[in-house]
């Protein structure tokens, strides 16, 4: 989503330096629509198969699986936003498409405005905290298997707890900065000219880049101290053999999503605020990361989808433990 204009791309005044630079992205309201209903019909199916899976076998409940329960479960949050987002989106198209052209003549209210942001933020950054989740939880089950105390299913679930309220903070906290500085009567509206808005849109890029980039550092330190561990050569059973197999399936698996769905969005998102609030006025990126904003935040989005493939290649995990989770060495 943008951080000015918000998710929507209602018109706003441009800058002087991009006055001029324009270009047609008419096609995001049926690409939009296509792609979220996609992304809607395979995130309920998967998500719920996910839950449905990981509820049956509570006697296994460890921390591998309360990391998973959070991680499906803010995914949910994404997916129920996604009909209103496609209606949304409907409505925009016929607006443009009526004789008068004007794709504003439809606007939403804002209670419209801040439950579908904060439903994006909560299964986005939501997704990305609970992924490190399960690196760390990895980090300790093979670097160090002796610390069975922050593996235990009561230290995961205070984690847990804690994390949704730091998720639920920050999706609250952005959608509020933003109807600080907008008007009445379009209250997901920022004009980047605003020299007042200009600042409400740096900050919250600022805690949306931090979100991502600290979480991402814990990640890639947790999984480069496991993948050194577990390429050290030593004498392993069959059964450690599969176990180390499989994690290195869930690491392979994060580093998929985080590469494919949260970078991708996140570089996009600098280049396109960046250059809207005047700090690069830079015609050709300003034009690309307009046009390229469609198709990464429905990468973003798709994270929903493939995380639940993270519990069927890491079920072993989750079911072979023990619920006190010390894990072993080997795996």
């Known amino acids: 989503m943008e951080l000015w204009n918000t998710t929507y791309d209602v018109p706003s005044k441009p800058l002087s330096s991009l006055s001029n630079c324009t270009v047609d992205t008419s096609y995001r309201f049926t690409f939009y629509q296509v792609s979220y209903s996609i992304i809607f019909l395979l995130g309920l199916a998967t998500n719920s198969l996910a839950l449905w899976r990981l509820f049956l076998s509570p006697c296994t409940m460890n921390s591998t699986a309360i990391y998973m329960i959070s991680l499906s479960a803010a995914d949910l949050f ?20 009526s004789t008068t052209g004007d794709e504003s003549s439809w606007t939403q209210s804002v209670a419209f405005c801040h439950l579908t942001f904060t439903l994006k933020y909560i299964s986005l950054y939501g997704g990305i905290f609970f992924l490190v989740c399960i690196s760390v939880d990895r980090y300790f089950a093979v670097v160090h298997p ?14 847990s707890g804690g994390i949704w309220c730091l998720v639920l903070g920050l ?71 599969r176990n180390r197999q499989h994690t290195l399936t869930v690491i392979y698996w994060v580093m998929g999503i985080f590469l494919l769905c949260f970078l991708p969005y996140h570089i996009n998102l600098l280049g396109y605020t960046l250059t809207h609030v005047g700090l690069l006025p830079y015609c050709g990126l300003a034009k690309v990361t307009k046009v390229a904003h469609p198709v990464v935040l429905s990468l973003a989005s798709c994270n929903c989808c493939l995380n639940p493939f993270i519990y069927y290649f890491s079920s072993s995990l989750v079911h072979k433990e023990a619920p006190g989770g010390g894990g072993s060495g080997s795996q």
Do not use: E
């Open 171 to 241: 999706s609250v906290t952005l959608p509020l900065l933003r109807s600080a500085a907008a008007r009445l009567n379009q209250p997901c509206l920022l004009d980047p000219s605003s020299q007042r808005h200009r600042t409400i849109i740096l900050v919250a890029l600022g805690l949306v880049l931090g979100s991502f980039l600290l979480p991402t550092a814990v990640l890639l330190y947790s999984y480069c101290r496991v993948l050194n561990v577990l390429r050290q050569p030593r004498h392993r059973s069959r059964s450690q053999v």
């Open 78 to 97: 994404f997916v129920i936003s996604l009909p209103l987002r496609i209606y949304y989106y409907h409505q925009k198209a016929r607006a443009l498409s």
């Open 146 to 159: 002796l610390a069975s105390t922050l593996r235990r299913q009561r230290a995961a679930q205070l984690l």
